[in-house]
């Protein structure tokens, strides 16, 4: 099964691998930034805001990593399909 899975992973059309790892760079910057509102929380922690804020953040970047590799493949099975 995980073979099956690298294998469709491989044969992933290059247009929309660019636009997944575009997606994943996309994430990250947020995921990082995040990062950089807890870390302001952890120095000094004033307001639960900034906290939560941060919180609503890191779980918005990996909503989007993980849409992003879901949908990558989803567009690849469709576009294979119409062909």
Do not use: E, H, W
């Not at 906290?51 to 879901?70: D, E, Q, R, V, W």
Request: charge should be positive; aromatic fraction near 16%.
């Amino acid at each position: 099964m995980i073979k099956k899975a690298l294998d469709k992973f491989k044969n992933i059309d290059k247009n929309i691998l660019k636009i997944m790892f575009s997606g994943f760079k996309f994430s990250f910057i947020i995921t990082l930034l995040s990062s950089f509102v807890l870390l302001i929380y952890i120095l000094n922690p004033v307001s639960i805001t900034l906290f939560n804020s941060g919180i609503i953040l890191f779980k918005t970047g990996l909503t989007f990593a993980t849409m992003f590799f879901i949908c990558a493949f989803a567009m690849d099975d469709i576009k294979k399909q119409m062909i």
